[in-house]
């Protein structure tokens, strides 16, 4: 009950100076940055999103681009292993 200890109150009722330990301060600072992070985030991704529909054209450039090159390097491993078992007959 009384934390502060003066006898005849609560410890809510105290006009002592409560002072916080590092760890608090600590974990505010954390908690604190945390939701500045998330906000800018978030503001990154509103302003990713707003602008990705003027890029649909170029993602879907790049995606037939990335299976293209897929498929010329599949296509040289599967020569490159007929070419490895000529050798070895």
Do not use: P, R
Not at 42 to 53: H, N, R, V, Y
């Amino acid at each position: 009950f009384n934390n502060c200890k003066n006898e005849g109150h609560f410890t809510k009722d105290c006009k002592k100076v409560k002072v916080k330990d590092y760890e608090y301060y600590k974990t505010k600072m954390l908690l604190a940055k945390k939701y500045k992070d998330k906000q800018v985030l978030l503001a990154e991704d509103q302003a990713w999103m707003g602008s990705s529909s003027d890029s649909d054209q170029e993602i879907n450039a790049n995606m037939v681009f990335m299976a293209q090159i897929e498929k010329v390097l599949s296509d040289s491993e599967a020569s490159s292993s007929s070419a490895n078992e000529n050798i070895s007959e």
